[in-house]
């Protein structure tokens, strides 16, 4: 059995897309601030899972970003640091991000990253 940790779970979305392409897959959620929880004080066991799934907030890197600051708000804090640190403590066999185009390429040691753009209507 194939066993998956989702990272930055919010709704689900990307959790539901593994779940269905990979049935077989059993896919642990990670903590979400919108459920109370806080990835920064998570911290995985190494060598339970064969991979790392997860979508750090994009709203530091979104082109729609000037809509929160107009709006007065603060924007969301850089959290991939979080998802590459969570990456290298469970040490999975491979991991998956996505994210909007302008946000930086995660960087783990020991990966190799192979990035491609997707179109989200896909």
Sequence with gaps: ???ILSCFPGI???DRAFETEWPDACLVH???VLWGGDVR???PPSGVFD???GGPPCQSFSRLRVMVEHAGRQVA???IPEFERIVSEAEPEWYL???VPDAPEPSVDGYTVHSQALNNRW
């Design 1 to 3: 059995m194939t066993v």
């Design 41 to 43: 004080r998570f911290h």
């Design 12 to 14: 689900g979305l990307l």
């Design 51 to 53: 991979g790392v799934i």
């Design 30 to 32: 990670g903590p979400d």
């Design 97 to 99: 991000m996505e994210n």
């Design 77 to 79: 804090a850089n959290l």
